[in-house]
């Protein structure tokens, strides 16, 4: 070999002979094959460190008929529920195994969305996920047929889609009830955009529950995601007067009404008390701590990559597998004022 001719990368074989395995064997630890003792793992992956080896994927996939790779096509993505499934997804993926190609529509249309699941079957994926913001975008999957599994994650139950989902009106009854239970009778609710599943199923549970109280005199201010729009709510609000607690349908509006409500001299909770949901990371350290709503962002992944492993092994299922969140309470919500 010529003194100039680059060194050859390590291969399998040379990983096997490090480690003092057999090629099988370091096959199987890539493939996070379950009969391997964890010493010998751990000896085979010293060995993959220390020579630098990367698996040939082509060669993989030459062989399997399968790229390991999964197409994600989302929409709204900088809005942290969208953002925040994504992340789940991407992490439930790569502990099995796989990488994701992304795709982000910035308008929803039925073009827009052809026009990216083709591009993903190019790439040869695997599967595809696509995360539903809008009733457009479902609609528009109804009528698409792929040739690789598929699931809709954020609708609700279709059987012509696999879906996983989070139950958004559930999580509005959870934060309406909590606050009724401490004794307000008049809630208001600044909601997300309206053409947004989740924003109208948040709505929806929000009403019904007072509805279901015998409260029907409520306040609905219709936000945009933002905490500018719940800032603005906020000083709606406070101009009413009557007004005791405040369910906004993301932390990112609550917090803008907490900045209004402490312009104006309001205290949180003894004068009003307020709901968020999200459960974003920097909601416990808001002022105060803000209760609010958990949609279980890392299980949604967990669910929806199962689902769509389940798909590529014994065909579609049209099955739903939906989420129930939680309310995590902190100090932002108390008892009104007699």
Known sequence: MSKHTAPRPPVMEDVARLAGVSHQTVSRVLNMHPNVSAQTRQRVELAIAELGYRRNTAARSLVTRRSQTIGVLGAGMAHYGPANTLLGIQQAARDEGYSVSMASLSQVTPAGIHD????????????????????????????????????????????????????????????????????????????GTLDWLDAAARAEGWRHTLEGAGLQDAVLIRGDWSAESGYRAGLELAATGHVTALFAANDQMALGALRAFSELGLRVPEDISVVGFDDQA???????????????????????????????????????????PQLMVRDSTAPPRR
């Open 116 to 191: 990216a699941l083709e591009r993903f079957l190019l790439q040869s994926v695997d599967g595809i996920v696509v995360i539903v913001p809008h009733e457009a975008m479902a609609t528009a999957l109804r009528t698409i047929d792929v040739s690789v599994p598929l699931v809709a994650v954020g609708i609700g139950a279709d059987d012509r889609l696999t879906v996983a989902a989070v139950d958004q009106r559930a999580g509005a009854v959870l934060a309406v009830q909590h606050l009724l239970d401490l004794g307000h009778t008049s809630i208001a609710h600044v909601s």
């Open 282 to 324: 920097e909601a416990g350290y808001f002022v105060p701590p803000l209760t609010t709503v958990n949609q279980g962002f890392t299980e949604l992944g967990t669910r929806c990559i199962r689902m769509l492993l389940s798909d590529m092994a014994h065909g579609r299922s049209g099955a739903a597998s939906v989420l129930n």
